[in-house]
């Protein structure tokens, strides 16, 4: 069954309701909260299927990488949004080196501060580009 959300124009809280496609439309729809009949339906969130290749040829994006050598804050950024699409833990030490260039530290830096992360292949390992 179809989800509709909804915010109460009264006590301005969202909402959702349940309801058939057949009630839609039909049915008086009141806040949960207040239990007002003056509520608005709102658009809520949309989900677009991706594949995974589909996913990691837009972070691969040239217009993505650009400037990434001279700005560790970008570089994170960049990063973060890299292990959120291959939706694996990557580990404290690659939270760290997150950490670490979004406080403006440079990839040279981190790399001397935490040389360990060269035994294991680069950060990250395999799919993620050393510094």
Request: charged share 35%; glycine share 8%.
């Amino acid at each position: 069954m179809p989800s509709y959300e909804y915010r109460c124009k009264d006590c301005k809280q969202r909402f959702e309701v349940y309801l058939s496609y057949d009630e839609y439309g039909k049915q008086e729809v009141r806040c949960v909260n207040c239990n007002s009949l003056d509520v608005q339906r709102t658009i809520g969130r949309i989900r677009v299927a991706r594949s995974e290749e589909s996913r990691l040829e837009n972070l691969a994006d040239p217009a993505n990488l650009a400037g990434l050598e001279d700005d560790p804050k970008a570089l994170a950024r960049m990063m973060r949004e890299m292990g959120s699409e291959m939706g694996e833990d990557m580990g404290p030490e690659y939270d760290e080196v997150l950490d670490r260039l979004e406080s403006g530290q440079s990839p040279e830096e981190i790399e001397s501060s935490m040389p360990d992360l060269d035994d294991a292949g680069g950060m990250g390992g395999p799919d993620l580009p050393d510094f």
